[in-house]
Nanobody
Framework: QVQLVESGGGLVQAGGSLRLSCVVS????????MGWFRQAPGKEREFVAG???????YYGGSVKGRFTISRDNAKNPVYLQMNSLKPEDTAVYYC???????????????????WGQGTQVTVSS
């Protein structure tokens, strides 16, 4: 089993920054891709960013150029640096992990095996 714990959410003004962290524990050797997703009230879960264990990074169109996914040398934790935040970035942000490699698009939420509990990000205008 794999456990994921997110932290770093909060309230920020538009134009501000936040950094989310996701700590992975358990059978981490089985994980090939880590991702961040978000879900706003009344909306579907949306892909934000992903990173493979080989270091490849992937971004959703609405955050490209503003958000950066990264990890430290030990591959854990995984970070999501969010800059130039907008009110429409308000959502619960989830960290996710999967065993599948990048042959399957990293943006497909249904292909992830493990999920964190989520952390709330609120951007005020």
């Amino acid at each position: 089993q794999v456990q994921l714990v997110e932290s770093g959410g909060g309230l920020v003004q538009a134009g501000g920054s936040l950094r989310l962290s996701c700590v992975v524990s358990g059978r981490t050797f089985s994980i090939n891709v880590m991702g961040w997703f978000r879900q706003a009230p009344g909306k579907e879960r949306e892909f934000v960013a992903g990173i493979s264990w080989s270091g490849g990074t992937y971004y959703g169109g609405s955050v490209k150029g503003r958000f950066t996914i990264s990890r430290d040398n030990a591959k854990n934790p995984v970070y999501l640096q969010m800059n130039s935040l907008k009110p429409e970035d308000t959502a619960v942000y989830y960290c996710a992990a999967r065993r599948l490699n990048t042959i399957v698009p990293v943006s497909e939420a249904g292909r992830y095996d493990y999920w964190g509990q989520g952390t709330q990000v609120t951007v005020s205008s």
